[in-house]
Every structure is written in structure tokens, then in C-alpha cells.
């Protein structure tokens, strides 16, 4: 590898570290909320609605209970959501650094996305956990995610990228990010299974592309089977299209940041 | 070596609207203007100017924080800068912590900055405080931790804005040891600050800023005295009657005893007087008590146009027994050889009844706190800075076959 390019890494993973401890700096529990967190969110759904026989997920070929299959589908649209949402203030909280030293603006919003990577590997392994002492053992199809988890890091990469840069640019992007959440949260099937979605409807679900990631994820941690491929197809296409927009807004806008932001 | 060339750079910023709108922005401004030169390796230049002419563009340009709009900035080596009190540090993290990011950011791996975590713990003069958070660190001491973390990341040039005239004294007085210990390492300094006097003790060259252009570059005192004659003619000279920068509280004379007339060198009531470094000074203060006033005491002071106290005495400090004061009378301040060296200063001449009480509340017999302006010349022989004082020099040869011995006197 390049020196320059392993600089670059280098510096990333700096820059997560610093992020995972900066969240928490003084605190007692510090570092280890990282785990606490998504640990607490993981075990809190699955008590909640794992413990209630009143709480059914889907039709005849549901496999496992509401709270698997909704923590299975959270996982990935967690990575997405917090790294999208943090990373799209990334430029702007860094400000103070981008204004003094020169270092790859991408790196920041890529930081974010590293630590909430993090914290998803942590969640993946508290539920691995949990449903292997519940007997639920989906076996090799855990190998799957070696496909989509790229997938929806493409996705969060390239939507954290052009959350930041649009920040940069203009400071409401970030709230507004923040507000699409919401409605792109329920047109994505994480407490719903798809098949419940009106006709009428189903379009819109269909063109998310976080559908195929969320779906994939359950079928693979939960119902033990392979995704389809041509779902996820199209949320590769769309996550390598946002990527490609987020680094030519990094490039364009990348050596003007001190200037816009400061 | 040329350690820095800046070549042909300008710089223009987009004025952003006062509401925030999508369309672009037409209005601009630009910072810089054709700024051109070269900086060898191990020199210092400082520069200066007044606000806004583009001394902190230039510097950030340098850091490669910001990219020129035209021209090119070449540099050599590793570019370690403080742009800002804050040095780019992390509020929520720790200064050891801090130093860490920073170290790292300039390419510095684990080992080598642990390496050097003690130095710079040690020079910035904060082992008690390395391990609190940031936000718990005062504006002096970010400043100081910035830039003892910068002068030990082993800078090729080192690109200081303001910071070393920042802090307490004995830390400028540190940083400025380490600027120049940095210097004879062969390190490249480019420093900009308003403390002018900081930057003749650093800096070999200096150059002067004004609305982004080059106007002078040169010896620190050729740039420093174009600099002070542009303040002066744009309207920076000092004005009769103008309120002191600092040092005297308004006041509110009682009119027991009131100066009628202050002569300054023979001239009375003059707006301006002048006199010449090393020449005598006489100022008299007349006056009139309404009542009887025992134990007034007159004071006099100067203060340069930047509000710097640069000399005062009383008949206090004189040992001088006033008495009672009744009816008219004359005091008179005779300074043989008055030492102060060329420029501009307020005279503030006032009657007191007491040196410190009275001085704190403003509570004077009457005070006149810039009576007169009195222009200073002085020739070259009479030194820098802001004092003359009768000096000689003399170099003693080996083997003894010259003595070269020059010698100013007080005598003009």
C-alpha cells in the first residue's frame, strides 16, 4: 500500500477511535456504552416483544418471533440511520480541525461511519449470541452478510457523504436529513414484513433501497435463507451512484470547507 | 534551500448574503493581491498589518487550509501551523488525548508521540490539567497547549497567527525562546501578529499587509516604520483630547484645586508639543485652590498611542513636600535628559489627593487625561524600542591592536 494511502487509513482509524471515545469522554462507563447501547437496545426489543405470544411477525413462512425479526432488520437500518445522520454534521463539528490542519475532508464523515460500523459488528454479535442460546442457528447463511453488509455500508458511505457535503454547503441539509428518517424508516419493512404493504404502496417500498438490505439481513440471521439477488442489485446500483455523487462533492467541495465553514 | 514561494497568489472569498439563500452569491472580496515571495529554509518572516489585510488568509493559504484563487504556494518539508487559539483541538477530548489527534494529524505514529508526550506536556507547563477535557481549559491555556504541541512535531515551517503574543508573559517570553531555538534547528517561521515588538526579536524580515497587497517587505525597522507612518496617515496618529486606550478611569475633578495652564518646553497649553530624546523636558503645571488643600500631590504620565503606560511620576515618588496648597501657584516637572524615544504620547497631567486611592475611583482635584501630544524624535544613535538611555559600546580586539568604541550620549 502507498505510504500516502496507508496515512490515510491510519488517520481513519484515528479518527473513529476518537469519535467512539469523544461521545463519551468523562463518563463512567466511557468507552464500553459503545456495547452497553446496542446491547440494551437488542435485549430490551427482544424481551419486550420475544416474551409476549400476542406479538406475530408475518404470514406462514415467518421463522422466529416480532422481536428477532425486528431487531434483525433494526441492525442495518441503525448503521444507516446514525451514520448518515451524524456524519451529515460532520464537516460542520469538525470545523475547528478542517480550519487549522489539512486533512482529506472525507475522512470525517468516513470516521462516523466507522464507529457506527462499530457498534453494529457489537449488535450483530450480542444477537448472534442471543439466538444461538435460543436455539435459533441459521447456520452458514450468517456468511451471507459478507455480501450485503458491504451493501449497506455502500449505502451509508454514500449517503454520508452527500448529507455532509450538502451540509457544507448548506446548513438546513443536516436537519433535514434528520427529518426524512422518519418517513424513510416506515417505507422500509424493519417493523413490518413486507408482505403486509398495500399494492398501492408497495412501489415505494420497492424503490428503497434499503428494502433489499433490511429483508436480506432477516433472511439471513433469522429465516436461514438466501436473499434474492435482484433486490439487492438495485441497492448496490444506488448506493454506487450516491457514492460516486459524495466524492465528487468531496472533491469539489472538500478544499473550500475551511473557507465555507469557517 | 527555499523552505517557502509563494508565487503571484491571490485570494478572493465570496461575501455570503445576510439571508441565507441557494442562489450564489455575486459579491466578493479579495484578501489577497498578487502576494509574492520566498522564504529561505531556517529564516523567519513576520508579517504585519492592520485588521483585515490578509495576514491570516496568507497564513491559512500557507497551511493548506485554504487554496489560493490564483498563484501557487510552494512548501518543503512538514507544515505545522496554529491559525487559531484553539489549534484545532477536540473540546470533549483530553490534552493528552488532544496531542495524541494533533500528532497523528501531522503524520506522527504512536511510538514517536509518546516519545514526545512529556516535552510538550512539560513546555506547555499543564501536567496538572493533561488529562481534563478541553472545555474545562482556559482560551491561555489552548494556546499554550497548541503551541508547545507544535513546536515539538519537528516543523519544517512553522506557521504561527497570533498566538505568540497570547498567554501570560512568562509563556511569550517561552514561546519566543522556542521560536528561536526552533530557528537555529533550521526550522522556517512564519509568524503574524500585531505585537510588533515580539516580532523584531523572531523575525529577520518583516513584511507589511495592507488590503491584501504587498506594501513594504524588508528589516524590521524599515517595515515597522513604513507601517507606523501608513497608521499615521490614515488617521491612526493620535488626536488631541482622543480618550486613552487604557490605564485612567473618566473623572470628576472637585474643583478644590483646578490646573489653569500647563506649559510644556516654554509653550502653554499647547495641543502639541515636541521635544527630542536626550534633550531636557519641562512641564509646568499651573494652578488654583479654591479652599485650602493639604497634601495634593501632582502627577504626570505618558502613554504611547496604543495605551501603553510608558512613564509617570508624582511628587510623591519625588519625596516632594507639597504642603497645603492655597491660592495660585506653579509645579514644575524638570526631566534633564527625557528618555523616551521616537513617536507619539499623551501627556495626562492631573492633581491628586492621594498616589493610589483616589487613582483607582477617578477621584482627582482635577486631571486633564491627554492634555497635550508630544512628538518625540530621536536620532538613530538613540536605539529601538520605546526607552534611550546614554550607552556606550566598546570591542576589546584580540590580539589588543584596535579598541572600537562608539558612544551615545544623552546630549543630541
Redesign the interface.
Known amino acids: 500500500m502507498p505510504s500516502r494511502a496507508r496515512?490515510t487509513m491510519?488517520?481513519l482509524r484515528?479518527l473513529a477511535w476518537?469519535d467512539l471515545?469523544?461521545?463519551y469522554?468523562?463518563s463512567w462507563v466511557g468507552l464500553l456504552w459503545n456495547v452497553v447501547l446496542p446491547g440494551l437496545v437488542i435485549v430490551v426489543y427482544l424481551a419486550v416483544f420475544e416474551l409476549s405470544p400476542r406479538f406475530r411477525f408475518g404470514g406462514w413462512e415467518a421463522v422466529g418471533g416480532y422481536g428477532v425479526n425486528l431487531v434483525a432488520a433494526l441492525l442495518p437500518w441503525l448503521l444507516f440511520q446514525e451514520g448518515v445522520s451524524r456524519a451529515a454534521n460532520s464537516f460542520v463539528d469538525q470545523r475547528?480541525?478542517?480550519?487549522?490542519?489539512?486533512?482529506p475532508a472525507a475522512l470525517f464523515p468516513l470516521a462516523n461511519v466507522s464507529s457506527s460500523l462499530l457498534r453494529h459488528g457489537v449488535g450483530l454479535v450480542i444477537l448472534g449470541v442471543i439466538l444461538m442460546g435460543a436455539g435459533v442457528n441459521t447456520g452458514v447463511h450468517w456468511f451471507g452478510l459478507l455480501l450485503v453488509l458491504p451493501i449497506a455500508l455502500l449505502l451509508t458511505i454514500g449517503g454520508a457523504l452527500v448529507a455532509a457535503c450538502l451540509t457544507a454547503l448548506?446548513?438546513?441539509v443536516a436537519p433535514t436529513v434528520g427529518a426524512a428518517m422518519l418517513p424513510l424508516f416506515f417505507t422500509t419493512p424493519v417493523i413490518y414484513p413486507p408482505h403486509v404493504v398495500p399494492e398501492a404502496l408497495r412501489v415505494v417500498m420497492d424503490l428503497n433501497p434499503l428494502t433489499p438490505v433490511v429483508t436480506a439481513y432477516r433472511d439471513l440471521l433469522v429465516t436461514g435463507r438466501w436473499p434474492l439477488p435482484g433486490g439487492l442489485v438495485w441497492s448496490t446500483a444506488v448506493g454506487l451512484v450516491t457514492l460516486g455523487i459524495g466524492l465528487v462533492l468531496v472533491k469539489r467541495i472538500g478544499?473550500?470547507l475551511?473557507?465555507r465553514l469557517g | 534551500m527555499t523552505a517557502l514561494a509563494v508565487r503571484g497568489l491571490w485570494k478572493r472569498?465570496r461575501l455570503r448574503p445576510e439571508k441565507?439563500t441557494?442562489r450564489r452569491s455575486n459579491a466578493e472580496h479579495w484578501a489577497l493581491r498578487n502576494v509574492d515571495f520566498t522564504l529561505p529554509s531556517g529564516g523567519a518572516l513576520g508579517i504585519i498589518g492592520a485588521n483585515g489585510s490578509g495576514k491570516s488568509t496568507l497564513l491559512?493559504i500557507v497551511?493548506?487550509?485554504?487554496?489560493p484563487t490564483i498563484g501557487t504556494v510552494d512548501t518543503a518539508g512538514r507544515v505545522v501551523?496554529?491559525?487559531?487559539p484553539?489549534?484545532?483541538?477536540?473540546p470533549?477530548?483530553?490534552g493528552r488525548?488532544n496531542v495524541r489527534?494533533?500528532a497523528?494529524?501531522?503524520?506522527f505514529?504512536r511510538k514517536r508521540i509518546e516519545s514526545k508526550m512529556d516535552a510538550v506536556v512539560e513546555f506547555s507547563g499543564l501536567d496538572a490539567y493533561i488529562d481534563q477535557?478541553l472545555r474545562t481549559y482556559s482560551a491561555g491555556m489552548m494556546i499554550r497547549l497548541g503551541f508547545s504541541t507544535a513546536a515539538h512535531l519537528e516543523p519544517d515551517l512553522l506557521v504561527v497567527d497570533e498566538v505568540l503574543s497570547a498567554g501570560d508573559l512568562a509563556f511569550q517570553r517561552r514561546s519566543a525562546g522556542m521560536a528561536r531555538q526552533l530557528r537555529s534547528e533550521g526550522c522556517t517561521l512564519l509568524v503574524s501578529t500585531h505585537a510588533l515588538g515580539d516580532l523584531a526579536t523572531i523575525c529577520d524580515r518583516l513584511m507589511l499587509l495592507e488590503r491584501g497587497e504587498m506594501r513594504a517587505e524588508g528589516s524590521a525597522e524599515e517595515v515597522v516604520a513604513t507601517y507606523m507612518q501608513r497608521v499615521d496617515a490614515e488617521g491612526g496618529a493620535i488626536q488631541p483630547g482622543a480618550p486613552l486606550v487604557a490605564g485612567l478611569r473618566p473623572t470628576a475633578p472637585t474643583n478644590q484645586v483646578r490646573i489653569t495652564n500647563i506649559t510644556i518646553n516654554g509653550q502653554p497649553n499647547p495641543d502639541r508639543a515636541g521635544t527630542t530624546c536626550g534633550a531636557p523636558l519641562e512641564i509646568l503645571i499651573e494652578y488654583e485652590a479654591s479652599e485650602p488643600v493639604d497634601d495634593a500631590i501632582f502627577r504626570v504620565q505618558f502613554f504611547r498611542n496604543d495605551g501603553l503606560f510608558v512613564h509617570g511620576h508624582n511628587t510623591v515618588r519625588a519625596g516632594v513636600e507639597v504642603g497645603v496648597l492655597e491660592g495660585r501657584g506653579v509645579a514644575r516637572l524638570h526631566y534633564p535628559d527625557f528618555g523616551l524615544l521616537a513617536g507619539d504620547y499623551y501627556v495626562s497631567v492631573g492633581i491628586w489627593p492621594d498616589e493610589y486611592r483616589s487613582y483607582t475611583t477617578g477621584e482627582a482635584y482635577d486631571h486633564r487625561p491627554s492634555a497635550c501630544i508630544l512628538h518625540v524624535d530621536a536620532p538613530r544613535s538613540a536605539g529601538a524600542g520605546v526607552a534611550g538611555f546614554p550607552c556606550s559600546w566598546s570591542i576589546d580586539k584580540e590580539p589588543a591592536s584596535v579598541r572600537s568604541t562608539a558612544v551615545y550620549t544623552a546630549e543630541p
Do not use: C, Y
Not at chain 2, 86 to 90: L, S, V, Y
Open positions: 496515512r491510519r488517520l484515528h476518537w471515545v469523544a461521545q469522554f468523562g475547528h480541525l478542517l480550519s487549522q490542519i489539512p486533512v448548506h446548513r438546513d478544499p473550500e475551511a473557507e | 472569498f441565507a441557494l491559512q497551511a493548506g487550509v485554504l487554496k501551523a496554529i491559525l487559531n484553539t489549534a484545532g483541538f477536540h470533549d477530548l483530553s488525548a489527534m494533533l497523528t494529524l501531522h503524520g505514529d477535557p
